[in-house]
């Protein structure tokens, strides 16, 4: 419904409870006491996570009526914000009070060209992508496209150990440097790969068929899976 409640971690006390007006489909990102959401309908709201004031907000126009239904999480980075909206584009604000720093469209598409992947930075540049499209590789400061990894990539990749890992959208996993060159690759499912993430020493891979799998990072061999 769009209401976002705080409450101390130790009491269970209510601190504030504030009603947004739409759906809070991104999960919060915090950095230096602002705490910011993307809404269904495609608002990006900035607060104060102490007091729940909201500072500054911007809603994005998207044209497109047919959308994935899933929202881009902010990402955070030198008191700017990164974050994709549905009708392709990625935008990039100033923290302090929301102003529009670039705008950048990634999706060449008509329709569902939503960029619902979290912008992450790794080397000073910034890897995102729209849904169903080529990683893009992009310059944080301009917005510039500097790079591309030819591969529909499904979630935010993982750079661990100086490679990057990321899941494709018919269950692949690839290994590969910065550059997107292919290093492994590992058929893992039949269905989208929906987050790479690293447990212990092994990475955790899970899936829109709900599989949940544990391989080596060195040459992605399965270690384990388990259906959920």
């Known amino acids: 419904a769009g209401r976002v409640v705080s409450r101390n971690f130790e009491t269970g006390e209510l601190d504030y409870a504030v009603d947004l007006g739409s759906s809070t489909e991104s999960r919060p990102v915090f950095y230096k006491g602002f705490m910011l959401f993307q809404l269904r309908n495609h608002t990006l709201i900035c607060m104060d996570a102490t007091t729940g004031k909201v500072l500054w907000s911007y809603q994005r126009s998207v044209p497109f009526t047919t959308t994935i239904q899933r929202s881009s999480d902010p990402t955070v980075m030198n008191d700017k914000v990164y974050i994709g909206f549905a009708d392709g584009h990625v935008v990039s604000f100033r923290l ?133």
């Open 96 to 228: 302090e009070d929301g102003h529009i720093l670039w705008e950048t469209k990634i999706s060449q598409k008509t329709k569902f060209t939503d960029v619902d992947m979290t912008p992450t930075f790794y080397n000073n540049k910034l890897y995102v992508g729209p849904y169903d499209g080529d990683l893009r590789v992009l310059n944080p400061v301009t917005g510039t496209l500097v790079g591309m990894v030819d591969k529909k990539i499904s979630r935010r990749p993982l750079f661990f150990n100086g490679f990057m890992y990321a899941g494709s959208m018919d269950g692949n996993l690839y290994k590969m440097d910065e550059n997107g060159e292919i290093i492994a690759s590992k058929q893992i499912a039949e269905s989208n790969i929906t987050g790479v993430e690293t447990f212990k020493s092994l990475l955790a891979v899970t899936t829109a068929g709900v599989h949940l799998v544990f391989l080596k990072p060195s040459d992605l061999e399965v270690v384990d899976l388990f259906n959920l």
